[in-house]
């Protein structure tokens, strides 16, 4: 499995916008990269998923450049529901796939 | 549409009790997995099945077993609790052709 790697923490501050880049060097050729959120006493939460290039929903945007060893959550206009643990993976579809967890990063968004 | 249901929320053992968590989903997922998590920690994979029948082990099985009783339901046993099983369990699901699993709320276990 591809291993991950993100910022342990962030800070942020209401109205701006956050960019928690992750890298995941060794992705295999059909792995896709999925971002959840995880808020405090609750299961994470898909947040968004993609495999190149750009890829947005109503929550975030993802970038993902053309060599996929990283790729980069776009927050827009953070607010204080914001604040949680958000994390990275890397995996491909199929029977063999099983979510696999690192610390992830958790950011804190400021009045 | 209820998802990945986990019970009970809470719970508090002796040392040395057994407990079954209790996990289900209505999605009609293939693959079950459940993971605990530690205080400022990511979630680590117990036991998971990729289809009905069928159970691997994940990362920290230790001290438990599981039982895929049928495709919604998967349980969690722990034999003989110890006070190093403390821990926050959550379920998920998830399906063979999606990378987007389901979560579970959670169940918070405290052996004293």
């Known amino acids: 499995l591809a291993k991950t790697t993100q910022p342990i923490s962030m800070d942020s501050y209401e109205g701006q916008e956050v960019n928690i880049t992750c890298s995941h060097n060794?992705?295999?050729?059909?792995?896709?990269i999925t971002w959840y959120q995880q808020f405090p006493s609750q299961g994470p939460r898909f947040i968004i998923q993609?495999?190149?290039t750009k890829v947005t929903n109503e929550v975030a945007s993802l970038f993902i450049p053309a060599d996929r060893k990283s790729s980069t959550l776009s927050l827009p206009r953070v607010s204080l529901s914001d604040t949680a643990v958000y994390y990275c993976?890397?995996?491909?579809?199929?029977?063999?796939?099983?979510?696999?967890f690192g610390r992830g990063t958790s950011l804190i968004v400021h009045p | 549409n209820a998802g990945v249901t986990q019970t009970p929320k809470f719970q508090v053992l002796k040392t040395g009790q057994s407990m079954t968590l209790q996990c289900a989903q209505d999605?009609?997922?293939?693959?079950m997995y459940w993971y605990r998590q530690d205080p400022g920690m990511g979630l680590r994979l117990i036991y998971y099945?990729?289809?009905?029948?069928?159970?691997d082990k994940g990362e920290v099985p230790n001290g438990y077993n599981v039982s895929r009783l049928n495709k919604r339901e998967f349980s969690l046993r722990l034999e003989s609790a110890a006070p190093s099983q403390t821990s926050v369990y959550f379920c998920?699901?998830?399906?063979?052709?999606?990378?987007?699993?389901?979560f579970g709320q959670g169940t918070r276990l405290t052996v004293v």
């Open positions: 998920a699901s998830s399906d063979t052709t999606h990378t987007e699993a389901f």
């Open positions: 060794n992705i295999a050729t059909n792995d896709y």
């Open positions: 993609g495999y190149k």
């Open positions: 993976l890397v995996g491909s579809t199929g029977g063999s796939y099983i979510p696999t």
């Open positions: 999605m009609n997922h293939n693959s």
């Open positions: 099945s990729a289809s009905e029948g069928t159970t």
